[in-house]
């Protein structure tokens, strides 16, 4: 009897340890991997069983097997290390797209060697159509450009590299531009233009145009650009979205991104969005803020949220806001002055009573909220409007969260709100932020993720590419050591976070703040399978062999 009830229990225990008994196999099974889940019940497994889209089983090898058919796919991962798809917390997809298209800058290291890029554009572009450039930034220069008003050159060069076109090459903030005379002209901007509410169009001592434009002055030179695509027939327009969205989610899907997180799209976007999601087109999982819309368009919120669309592949819930602008631009609101600019605070760049009426649109209609705040001027106004009753079960959500002041830090837990953090703007822009805040504030409040953490606070990570590049690699070494990989240069790291913190702020924290932690953002029976399979060990190797590991697979929805 003794013997029957040992026999008895074995069975019952081999049975709770052994993969489901299902009625279809795998579809694929992952074997002899090194699988990070971020699961905290399973945090490490072997093999993962898919069946269609959705994950089966996380496990051994031994479980995973049981699961195969005839027909089951078995790979063999030969070691290699495997983590839920990454999702990409905060970037601008079709600005990823265009900058592919465009004139890219954010490698250059001079204006001479913009103006030349600029220069061999223009053989290739027909006279008279706009060319367009992204990613310069001033402090980021190894030699002079001449003469400058805040570091920012004359426009003087790159009129005399294409006369014959008008040029816009937006700063790698996204916050400023340069245009060209041509440009100039065709906007109508003269030294007797005003400054526009929140915005300002620099200009040298003797009122002189410099070329250069921050914030809301941007629309001055954007609108001829936009007026000018806009004579496109609707089905030039629909198969230049299309090209754009094709090579954004090609970058994507190269460096592993199997989730994108949008901040900020338009309506007539989304629309096209829908059409492609609805037609199997999107070959990664899209979810989408509605770019900040106007009080007039407050109308159309009423038709959303829209959720899974294509079979998860679109999800639109939430609402887009800036408050202020960037550091390096000098647009970021800050409760003290600029280190180098005495007596400027930086831009406010909506009004903050707009800011509050949209809290209210989103809180009629339980949309997530997502306002752009740097400076910590503008985290604190944005945490007093979220303060408001409603906000705090919808997860709304701090874009940036770059500068606070230590005081406001353990109001993100207290009122819910997620800090939307991107830890490779901690590195790129290190070496001016002491410049622009002193070392005691850029010390205590910049970047501060440490803080944040200890403090309960939810954080999501991206690149907010084009800004970045939308390798999710160089953010997550940028995480874990706040170190530039060119100069070795360490920013203030007793802010840094640990391995595993930033493999779960790339992976089930974004998922969380897109509320979307139940289907996606780790390895999880029942959940979608998106894997990433990497040729290093992001929790155990080297941090230089971070920035060189290899992405060797990326499975989107088990394919």
Known sequence: ??????????????????????????????????????????????????RGDSILFVGDDAGAKVLAGAGTEM???????????????????LGLGQSLQNLNLLQTKSWEEITTLVAEKAKSTPPGAWIEGRGWHQEKWNASPGRTVNGYPYHDALSAAAPGHPVVLKHASGHALIANARALELAGISSETSDPVGGRIVRDAAGNLTG?????????????????????????????FDRTVELAAQACLEKGITSFQDAGSDFW????????????KLPLRLWVMIGQPDSADYA???????????????????????????????????????????????????PVETIRDLAAECRKHGLQFCVHAIGDRANREVLDIFAAPGGTALRWRIEHAQHLDPQDIPRFRELGVIASIQAIHCTSDAPFVVKRLGTERARTGAYPWRNLLN????????????????????????????????????????????????????????????????????????????????SEDLLRCPPEKILTAKVLRTIVGGK
């Open 75 to 93: 790979i063999d991962l030969q070691g290699a290390f495997a983590m839920p798809g990454f999702i990409e917390g905060h970037g601008h997809f």
């Open 212 to 240: 250069v434009f921050e914030e809301n002055a941007m629309e001055l030179i954007t609108k001829p650009l936009t007026d000018w695509k806009n004579k496109r027939t609707e089905a030039e327009k629909q198969a230049a």
């Open 455 to 534: 403090a309960g606070a939810r954080l999501a990570n991206g690149t907010d590419a084009p800004v970045e590049d939308v390798d999710p690699l160089p953010s997550i070494h940028a995480a874990v050591t706040r170190r530039r990989a060119d100069t070795g240069l360490e920013f203030f790291p007793e802010q840094k976070m640990t391995r595993e913190e930033a493999l779960l702020s790339y992976t089930i924290w974004n998922a969380y703040a897109a509320f979307e932690e139940n289907e996606k953002g780790s390895l999880t029976p029942g959940k979608r399978a998106d894997i990433v399979v990497l």
């Open 300 to 350: 159309k919120l009423r038709d959303f949220p829209r959720i899974g669309l294509g079979n998860g592949h679109l999800t639109v819930r939430a609402v887009k806001a800036y408050l202020d602008g960037a550091l390096g631009s000098y647009g970021a609101w800050l409760l003290q002055p600029y280190a180098d600019k005495p007596g400027h605070l930086g831009q406010n760049t909506t």
């Open 269 to 280: 976007e989304i629309e096209q969005f829908e059409r492609l999601a609805q037609n199997g």
């Open 1 to 50: 009897m003794k013997n029957l009830l040992y026999t008895l229990l074995a069975a019952l225990l081999a049975g709770a340890c052994a993969a489901p008994k299902t009625a279809e196999p795998a579809t694929r099974i992952l074997f002899n991997g090194n699988f990070f889940t971020a699961d905290s019940t399973l945090p490490q497994a072997t093999a993962v069983a898919i």
